[in-house]
């Protein structure tokens, strides 16, 4: 079975920075594309990195351009969502999830997400 | 950048039929994607590519895709059913590679 083990959430003050990490098993992990999705507390659900199975591609919302850095270690198999200069309104439950197929294809397996909070 | 207009609410009766719309620009056009969200846990993928199910989820769960507006059906509606909806498509053009609708709250009433 897919297994998608995110960690690395925190309370952290405005303008620091954290690493996310995103532990998967139980599939080809460097065959996949993997997504950072986010959902604000009691909002929808905002994409926010997409990171291509080999590492050559990556891809943000505007929101979090040039703050966040997406990697993997294929090796480890697993993904990492670097932030930095984070601000109150990057407070949100991040999720890791694996593409389906093909890059743009849907989001099959999702993990159960870890908690950032961006306070003061 | 492109937006998906869901309704806030839906709701129906156990046993019948839930209807969840999903608006765009010429959505009819982009591969459309939905996602259900129990409280408390993360997205599971209902339907994929307007009507495609994923192994395990029931055949209850379909969905249509023309013009402006994507429709994700729930047939014999059971409580269990009651959650978020989420649609999603690919828009390389905006400003978010991936977008989802605001979401849509199905009570079962």
């Known amino acids: 079975d897919v297994q998608l083990l995110e960690s690395g959430g925190a309370l952290v003050q405005p303008g620091g920075s954290l690493r996310l990490s995103c532990a998967a098993s139980?599939?080809?992990?460097?065959?996949?594309?993997m997504n950072w999705v986010r959902q604000a507390p009691g909002k929808g659900l905002e994409w926010v990195s997409t990171?291509?199975?080999?590492?050559?591609?990556?891809f943000y919302a505007d929101s979090v351009k040039g703050r966040f850095t997406v990697s993997r270690d294929n090796s480890r198999t697993t993904v990492y969502l670097q932030m930095n200069n984070l601000g109150v309104e990057d407070t949100a439950l991040y999720y890791c999830?694996?593409?389906?197929?093909?890059?743009?294809?849907?989001?099959?397996?999702w993990g159960q997400g870890t908690l950032v909070t961006v306070s003061s | 950048s492109y937006v998906l207009t869901q309704p806030p609410s839906v709701s129906v009766a156990p046993g019948k039929t839930a209807r969840i719309t999903c608006g765009g620009d010429?959505?009819?056009?982009?591969?459309v994607h939905w996602y259900q969200q129990k409280p408390g846990q993360a997205p599971v993928l209902v339907v994929y590519?307007?009507?495609n199910r994923p192994s395990g989820i029931p055949e209850r769960f379909s969905g249509s895709n023309h013009g402006n507006t994507a429709t994700l059906t729930i047939t014999r509606v059971e409580a269990g059913d009651e959650a978020d909806y989420y649609c999603q498509v690919w828009d390389i053009s905006g400003d978010h590679l991936w977008v989802f609708g605001g979401g849509a709250k199905l009570t079962v009433l």
């Open positions: 139980g599939f080809s992990f460097s065959n996949y594309a």
């Open positions: 010429n959505i009819g056009t982009k591969d």
């Open positions: 990171i291509s199975g080999n590492g050559g591609n990556t």
């Open positions: 590519d307007d009507g």
């Open positions: 999830s694996k593409v389906r197929t093909l890059l743009k294809g849907p989001f099959d397996n």
